[in-house]
């Protein structure tokens, strides 16, 4: 018999590996900084424009909110970043075989974390 | 295996070969940005807008700001093409995205030419 088309898998029952998982969040990281664009934009822009600019830009990122959410753009900036070089190395077939793809989603991940808790303990 | 039959039309290796130069372009210089912000620590308002002041870092930030576009531009393509499947709120969408970049564009040369 042959299958209906199409097939719609349920979401809820797929138990992605994890370089699924990692792949996932860095299409989300992507879509994530494609839209605080503007925000990223107005900071550099006030940042540049005078000497009080750069002081005001400074004193937004002195509540631990903002710092909070700064490190959650840098994190979804590190995690991309990181991920982009891991498809960069898959396209010229390093570590294309499975345990090592698995590794290096693992390493992704874990370094993406890490860098970003070093810089926030730089900037806290 | 899809059969397609191969005709003028390109399919889709120049966006690929495009996510990934600007990808390479952009890791680069963000690699430079650290090192700069690790050297120059505490960074003042001097320091920063002396950096941006070189005409070689104005050009590489232009650069890094052009291959985000592109890059963005190929990303969210992709993110619709598989999740938005209606026409016409998919054609609406590409749209906003190509406006959108085209004016964070302009608005990307303004700021960093703007201090001359």
């Known amino acids: ?30 879509a994530l900084l494609f ?39 840098i994190w979804a900036y590190l995690h991309h970043f990181c991920m982009g070089l891991r498809y960069l190395a898959l396209d010229l077939d390093i570590g294309v075989k499975l345990a090592q793809a698995r590794f290096s989603a693992k390493l992704v991940l874990i370094v993406s974390i890490v860098l970003t808790l070093l810089i926030g303990v730089k900037i806290w | 295996m899809v059969n397609r039959v191969v005709s003028g039309a390109h399919y889709g290796l120049r966006d690929w070969l495009a996510q ?19 050297l120059q620590t505490p960074l003042d308002f001097v320091a920063w807008q002396g950096l941006f002041h070189s005409l070689p870092v104005r050009l590489a930030s232009l650069l890094f700001v052009l291959s985000l576009f592109i890059h963005g531009w190929v990303g969210m393509r992709d993110i619709f093409m598989d999740y938005v499947h209606p026409t016409l709120i998919r054609l609406a969408l590409h749209v906003a995205v190509i406006l959108a970049l085209v004016v964070y564009a302009a608005w990307a040369v303004q700021i960093l030419w703007s201090g001359l």
Do not use: C, D
């Not at chain 1, 209906?4 to 299409?27: A, E």
């Open chain 1, 35 to 73: 839209l605080l664009l503007p925000l990223l934009l107005y900071v550099l822009q006030q940042s540049l424009s005078s000497a009080q600019g750069f002081a005001e830009v400074r004193s937004w990122f002195l509540s631990p909110l903002a710092k909070l959410a700064l490190l959650g753009v």
């Open chain 2, 20 to 38: 990934r130069v600007t990808a390479v372009v952009m890791a680069l210089y963000t690699l430079f940005m650290v090192g700069y912000l690790l």
């Open chain 1, 1 to 30: 018999m042959p299958a209906r088309r199409p097939v719609y898998l349920n979401l809820l029952k797929i138990r992605l590996p994890l370089p699924g998982i990692v792949s996932i969040m860095h299409r989300a990281s992507g």
